[in-house]
């Protein structure tokens, strides 16, 4: 199977990769102690506009060079979304699982009385749709488009 075996899901394909190094960073910012430094959460950003910057290129090169705005714009969104929400639905389980885990990473919080699972998956949710609305908007407008 390859990538260019599904020429219509890039946003699909290229969401499910931006979980997986959202899960990635997650662990490592666990596994390292730095979970609890909120200025590492732009990140997250980083890994977001990576995903869909490729996912571009990847629909870029299966359709002959061509990418148009509302499509680039489609894809980043679909990309994100995807991304996002099953990121957030497995910080919910792993939080319903383990919350001696989530504990840990709210006991700073300023607003910790008020955090439940919830919630800061919730949080989760709405940051990254944001951060992945936003990277797609400035991507789809930086990179090299075909007007409709």
Known sequence: MKLTDYPDKEGQIYGVFIFLGLIVYFWLAWLFGFINVPELR??????????????????????????HY?????????????????FAVFLFILFQINKD?????????????????????????????????VATFLLTNIMDTDRP
Do not use: D
């Open 42 to 67: 732009l990140f997250n950003l980083v890994i977001q506009t990576t995903g869909i910057y490729f996912a571009y290129k990847q629909f870029r090169w299966n359709h002959a060079g061509t990418l």
């Open 101 to 133: 885990l989530f504990e840990s990473i709210i006991k700073n919080e300023p607003l910790r009385p008020y955090l439940t699972v919830y919630m800061a998956t919730f949080a989760v949710f709405t940051e990254g749709i944001i951060s992945g609305a």
């Open 70 to 86: 509302f499509r680039a714009l489609t894809i980043g969104f679909v990309a994100s979304t995807i991304g996002t929400s099953l």
